[in-house]
């Protein structure tokens, strides 16, 4: 289907006192009720789907990461046709591998370098002020590509990784991995 970038907030977040945030990077926080992921969360974390986008295929987070490639061969036709050939799992992700390492690294893109700047710069800024506006205490981001409906998706983070705001950098954002759960906190806490 579809990339999303998804956000999580605590439960005790004023969604209007961070309005003016939203509007300025065409965030829209549409609210997500998908239990298999909030069962991961903490009790009562608030998610959401971060941008007004019809999806978040052309995103710059993770770009740079090899694994939004990986992803997108693992959900390929090919990919689909060699599983009615009953290729296993292994000779499928042995295969995908063979066809990355082949590739030359930034292949074609829907988008232009400078939207792929100014994308990055957009994430960078809207975390980056969000954090800074004290009307959050952390903000967390997730990439992943959804097969089924934003409510109905079955996700398994491989993992939270909390960063503090000194770590939100255009190259920290490029390189996001998907199913990664990433936590932005004033300063880190652990």
């Known amino acids: 289907m579809c990339f999303y970038i998804t956000t999580t907030l605590p439960e005790n977040t004023d969604i209007e006192s961070i309005r003016t945030i939203l509007d300025r990077y065409n965030m829209a926080l549409s609210p997500i009720k998908n239990n298999n992921l909030s069962s991961q969360l903490r009790p009562g974390e608030l998610y959401f789907r971060a941008t007004k986008d019809y999806c978040d295929c052309d ?7 090899r694994e939004v490639e990986y992803q997108k061969l693992l959900n390929s036709k090919k990919v689909k046709t060699l599983r009615k050939k009953k290729w296993t799992e292994s000779e499928i992700d042995e295969w995908i591998r063979m066809k990355l390492q082949n590739k ?7 988008i232009t370098q ?16 969000i954090i800074n506006s004290n009307e959050v205490s952390r903000i967390g981001i997730l990439k992943h590509w959804y097969r089924y409906g934003l ?16 770590e939100i950098k255009p190259k920290f954002l490029l390189n996001l991995e998907e199913n990664v759960l990433y936590e932005f906190f004033p300063q880190y806490k652990s």
């Open 114 to 129: 400078k939207e792929r700047h100014l994308d990055i710069e957009r994430w960078t800024n809207f975390i980056l002020e």
């Open 59 to 65: 995103t710059s987070l993770g770009f740079l990461n």
């Open 104 to 110: 030359p690294s930034h292949s074609k893109s829907s």
């Open 151 to 166: 409510n109905d998706e079955e996700i398994t983070l491989k993992r939270t990784v909390k960063s503090s705001i000194d």
